[in-house]
């Protein structure tokens, strides 16, 4: 079984920045492509970035200047550098990565990591 465990949200300032961790634990032979969603109150869960094995990235229109996503193959572990913060980031945040394990692939979701955008 791997778990993905997610940390770096919080409340911040308008202009401000966090950075968003998710790590990946348990049985992996590899992961493909990795990816930060989020998922406002009352709205449904958008993509809000993606980065494929090889490091090619994609953002959502409203991230792109602003969001940095990043990862470290050797940790299992994607990152998302948010700055320029706005009110409407306002979200919980989940990663999501596609995992192959014991010739098996499937996606797996981080718990969900609360950021608050707010002055």
């Known amino acids: 079984q791997v778990q993905l465990v997610e940390s770096g949200g919080g409340l911040v300032q308008p202009g401000g920045s966090l950075r968003l961790s998710c790590a990946a634990s348990g049985i992996i032979s590899s992961i493909d492509s990795m990816a930060w969603y989020r998922q406002a109150p009352g709205k449904e869960r958008e993509l809000v970035a993606s980065i494929t094995r090889s490091g090619s990235t994609n953002y959502v229109d409203s991230a792109k200047g602003r969001f940095t996503i990043s990862r470290d193959n050797a940790k299992n572990t994607v990152y998302l550098q948010m700055n320029s913060l706005k009110p409407e980031d306002t979200a919980v945040y989940y990663c999501?990565?596609?995992?192959?394990?014991?010739?098996?692939?499937?996606?797996?979701w981080g718990q969900g990591t609360q950021v608050t955008v707010s002055s």
């Open positions: 999501k990565m596609e995992i192959w394990s014991s010739f098996s692939r499937y996606d797996a």
